[in-house]
């Protein structure tokens, strides 16, 4: 029983370069979201999906896309990275509709390092 | 604007020496307090979900309350595995919306 799945785990990058995170779940939930974790500072919301075909920004969306391509896999895309977007990134899905409040399940995230 | 805050930052204990960790919020209209557990290169594990005052859950050595401003996750006789960081995240805002905030965690080191 994977749960989400996060692909890659670690990743250099150098500043201007693109690279795609990719999550996959095996829940069946409808929802999916992505947040960064920065040290002294709790998840953030980077972007969400709520069904399948919607996506919306969270918290901090500039400089980053997403693309939910089906059910099971939403995907993080930062497209000219900067070293500001150093963080762990996590993945997460939940269950149920907006009027139930499901738990969210993560993955174990990609560390992410721009120099 | 919605804020939660976690206290202590990080909590040292003896094996068996119980204490007890603090989520304090100011959100319109909570839908539900959820806690985690993280360990290190891990992501958040889900623990409880509370929906209204007075509720309370419990699982093993952990127990968690909740109060119309804040939560408590208490730890009774802890053990070194219990060592992690904790989170306390929120539901929040009539909309239906249903995003999460994030307190910043507090780092628990339980010594044998």
Redesign the interface.
């Known amino acids: 029983n994977a749960g ?1 799945t996060q692909t890659p785990k670690f990743q250099v990058l150098k500043t201007g370069q693109s690279m795609t995170l990719q999550c996959a779940q095996d829940m069946n939930h409808n ?1 999916m979201y992505w947040y960064r974790q920065d040290p ?6 980077i972007y ?1 999906s ?1 069904s399948e075909g919607t996506t919306d920004k ?1 918290e901090v969306p500039n400089g980053y896309n997403v693309s939910r391509l089906n059910k099971r896999e939403f995907s993080l895309r930062l497209e000219s990275a900067a070293p500001s977007q150093t963080s762990v990134y ?1 993945c ?1 899905c ?1 269950g149920g509709d ?2 139930i ?1 499901q ?7 990609t560390r992410l390092s721009i120099l | 604007e919605d804020q939660v805050t976690q206290s202590p930052e990080a909590l040292r204990l003896q094996e068996g020496e119980s204490s007890s960790l603090n989520c304090s919020y100011t959100v319109s209209g909570l839908r539900g307090l959820f806690w985690y557990r993280q360990d290190p290169g891990k992501g958040p594990e889900f623990l409880f979900t509370l929906y209204s005052a007075g509720e309370e859950k419990e699982k093993e050595r952990l127990k968690a309350t909740l109060t119309k401003k804040e939560s408590f996750l208490h730890i009774t006789a802890p053990k070194p595995e219990d060592s992690a960081t904790y989170l306390c995240a929120v539901q929040a805002g009539m909309d239906s919306s249903y995003k999460l905030i994030f307190g910043s965690g507090t780092r628990l080191l339980v010594r044998p």
């Open positions: 989400v929802s002294g500072m709790g998840l953030r919301l969400y709520a969270g996590f997460a939940q907006r009027h409040n738990p969210q399940h993560f993955g174990d995230g």
